[in-house]
């Protein structure tokens, strides 16, 4: 095939999708939004260099090209998602929009409020490329990043809730909690807009993942499916749970009520929690115990179970508990 002739497979789509992806392309956002205090955007700052993005960006699209070349099936979407796109910003809005968008509430209007948001704020973007190396480094099920990129909806929920977060900040709160709203409908997954979500993230399956107004999930932090950090009534205010960074939250576990779980924490599958959990313990049980004991054999004092994604050493490594 002569230099710069594009793939058989491209030309298909770009006739198939037609000026919609073009479109998209070239989108420039009408309005960008207005800077926000240091303390509103996360609090970790925007990478230094664009190496890290630049090199995601590169592999996911690598990783399309190939799926595309030997799954026809998949060209058209692969081309209009990822492979037409100059940019992992450009590509998420894109894919994001689609997803989320309804009769009422368009995709193009969703497409330039991610792209405005995501252009503005570096620091939304650097964690991005952090989710997109949680995902691909802890779950053994991730084969590539185009298909966290494209399939994970805790991922995607994510992203949507870091813009729905801003817009919390703006006061664009109708908005910010009808973007809660279709995420909820979609992903599964329930997160307002006021939470206050850290980089590194992996929602692992996700499906019902419930996330209070007033909650706070550090970096590098790891919540399986049907877990809820929520509040225990009625009660306004500081409500609901502050967990820190590094934390490991197994499938079905409940945190309720203005509690800490300290760096490095575990909580079991199925556990209620109900009061602070200190840094580096774990917690098991309805309502939840601590549990302790011997120090496993080769243990690194460094591993946060939030990265390794280890659910049962403590069953190993403390003879007290039973069966």
């Known amino acids: 095939m002569p230099a710069g002739q594009p793939h058989a497979h491209e ?11 073009n479109h998209s392309n070239h989108r420039v956002p009408a309005h960008s939004p207005p800077p926000l205090p240091a303390e509103v955007v996360p609090a970790y700052p925007p990478p230094e260099s664009e190496d890290d ?38 590509s998420l809005s894109f894919h994001l929009a689609n997803k989320l ?7 193009t209007l969703l497409y330039d409020l991610f792209l405005a948001t995501l252009t503005a704020h570096p620091s939304l973007r650097a964690a991005v490329v952090a989710d997109l190396l949680a995902a691909h480094s802890r779950d053994p099920a991730c084969v590539g990043f185009s298909h966290c990129l494209l399939n994970y909806k805790g991922f995607l929920a994510i992203q949507a809730h870091r813009v729905a977060h801003v817009l919390w900040a703006q006061q664009r709160r109708p908005l ?4 809660q709203s279709r995420v909820a409908d979609v992903f599964a997954v329930d997160i307002h807009p006021a939470a206050v979500v850290g980089k590194g993230i992996l ?46 939250i197994g499938a079905g576990a409940t945190i309720l009520g203005n509690v800490k779980i300290g760096a490095g924490a575990k909580i079991g599958a199925g556990s209620v929690v109900l009061i602070d959990v200190p840094a580096r313990s774990t917690a098991v049980g309805n309502p939840a115990r601590l549990i302790g004991g011997k120090k496993a054999e080769g243990a690194n004092e460094e591993d946060m179970p939030g990265e390794s994604m280890d659910h049962t050493s403590f069953i190993r490594q403390w003879s007290d508990y039973t069966i």
């Open 176 to 179: 910010a909690l009808a973007l």
């Open 53 to 90: 993005e630049t090199w995601v960006w590169t592999q996911i699209k690598a990783e399309a090209r190939r799926d595309a070349d030997a799954e026809p099936a998949l060209a058209s979407f692969l081309y209009a998602t990822v492979l037409s796109h100059p940019s992992l910003p450009r």
């Open 101 to 107: 968008c309804s009769s009422t509430l368009l995709s």
């Open 11 to 21: 030309a298909a789509a770009a006739a198939c999708v037609g000026s919609g992806a």
């Open 203 to 248: 929602l692992d399956h996700a499906t019902g993942v419930v996330i209070g107004e007033t909650a706070v999930v550090g970096d590098n932090v790891s919540i399986l499916h049907h877990v809820t950090l929520g509040g225990t009534g009625k009660a306004v205010g500081d409500r609901h749970p502050k967990i820190g960074d590094g934390v490991l």
